[in-house]
């Protein structure tokens, strides 16, 4: 039988790492960062944990080694990793995750989910501080936030 692969996602760290996170971390396959991490160190407290960790460059970083996008493909669907949310679905991915807008998101648009995770440190538009897990089982996902208060 399958078994489902955990991902912790965050966004927006910019420059915080609460304790939360890194317990919440401890029950996670993989991490993904969706950029704005601003100090590196913060990843290195990530992968300390275990869990391979996965990043993108946010405007806010200034590590040029971090990619703007990485595409993966978990279970059977292709994601898209990027920190900034693009106009137009990309073609070929089945789920685009970002951050930046500091909200948490969960939409279908042009047959692509959309997902943010929202912002540890600076959310917008009354939403809590807040991290995301994403469930993957073949082509089924399950997308839930975890507030962070």
Do not use: Y
Not at 9 to 15: E, G, I, K, S
Not at 39 to 45: F, G, K, M, Q
Not at 135 to 144: D, H, M, P, Q, S
């Amino acid at each position: 039988m399958a078994r489902i692969l955990r991902i912790l996602v965050l966004a927006d760290t910019h420059n915080k790492l609460p304790k939360k996170i890194l317990d919440l971390a401890a029950d996670a396959d993989e991490i993904w960062h969706l950029g704005d991490v601003c100090e590196p160190t913060i990843l290195d407290d990530l992968r300390a944990i275990g869990p391979r960790v996965t990043v993108v460059r946010g405007n806010c970083d200034w590590n040029s080694e971090w990619p703007l996008f990485v595409d993966l493909k978990r279970g059977g669907l292709k994601f898209r990793l990027q920190h900034i949310p693009p106009d137009v679905p990309p073609g070929e991915v089945d789920v685009v995750l970002h951050g930046h807008t500091h909200v948490p998101r969960n939409e279908k648009r042009g047959g692509v989910l959309f997902l943010n995770p929202g912002c540890v440190t600076r959310p917008n538009q009354g939403s809590p501080s807040s991290v995301a897990w994403l469930e993957i089982l073949g082509e089924e996902v399950k997308w839930r936030l975890a507030p962070l208060r």
